[in-house]
Antibody, heavy 118, light 109 residues
Framework: QVQLVQSGAEVKKPGSSLKVSCKTS????????ITWVRQAPGQGLEWMGW????????NYAQKFQGRVTMTTDTDTATGYLELRSLTFDDTAVYYC???????????WGQGTLVAVSS | SSVLTQPPSVSVAPGKTATITCGGD??????VHWYQQKPGQAPVLVIY???DRPSGIPERFSGSNSRNTATLTISRVEAADEADYYC????????????FGGGTKLTVL
């Protein structure tokens, strides 16, 4: 069955960067995109952006422009999220999910808790 | 804040029908998708493209979309349906604030 397995929880200092991985399996990686969604404690889902695994096309939410980078490694069928200049407000669970047309998310990773703390 | 408007909470007795709405300008012209999220778990897709159910989702879950409101309907509600529900669309313009609705907490009484 399709699986997305994310890297483990992290604690980060303000001003630092995070990088979360999303290892996929049991499907053709090139045929889909990877999206990233985060959820702050007690809050709703917040879309961050997506990347096409086929051609690397990117679309970032304006809120994160200039601070986020999404990449894929086709050799390992893995997606990556990098977020820089972290603040306390970036404390959240970060999810990856598979994207399919017309832009919905059918399989999700288990989530990665990132806590920003001094 | 989200421009997809969902009621913060909906309550329903077991065996009854729950209706969760998602309002937005001309949302009827877009494909709407719905996710269920239980505490401590990742979201699960329950409806895609307005009305379609992924395999494994009970027929009790259905969706509709018209004009300015999309609706998720859960028939014969069970205790296990208690969760947060989010609507989602793709807006290929602006800052994509409207990707997700604010979420609705469904409480089974």
């Amino acid at each position: 069955q399709v699986q997305l397995v994310q890297s483990g929880a992290e604690v980060k200092k303000p001003g630092s960067s995070l990088k979360v991985s999303c290892k996929t399996s049991n499907y053709r990686f090139f045929d889909y995109g990877i999206t990233w969604v985060r959820q702050a404690p007690g809050q709703g889902l917040e879309w961050m952006g997506w990347i096409s695994a086929y051609n690397g096309k990117l679309n970032y939410a304006q809120k994160f422009q200039g601070r986020v980078t999404m990449t894929t490694d086709t050799d390992t069928a893995t997606g990556y999220l990098e977020l820089r200049s972290l603040t306390f407000d970036d404390t959240a669970v970060y999810y990856c999910a598979r994207v399919r047309a017309p832009f919905y998310f059918d399989y999700w990773g288990q989530g990665t808790l990132v806590a920003v703390s001094s | 804040s989200s421009v997809l408007t969902q009621p913060p909470s909906v309550s329903v007795a077991p065996g009854k029908t729950a209706t969760i709405t998602c309002g937005g300008d001309n949302i009827g012209t877009k494909s709407v998708h719905w996710y269920q999220q239980k505490p401590g778990q990742a979201p699960v897709l329950v409806i895609y493209s307005d009305t379609d159910r992924p395999s494994g989702i009970p027929e009790r879950f259905s969706g509709s979309n018209s004009r300015n409101t999309a609706t998720l309907t859960i028939s014969r509600v069970e205790a296990a349906d208690e969760a947060d529900y989010y609507c989602q669309v793709w807006a290929d313009s602006g800052d994509h604030r409207e990707v997700f609705g604010g979420g609705t907490k469904l409480t089974v009484l």
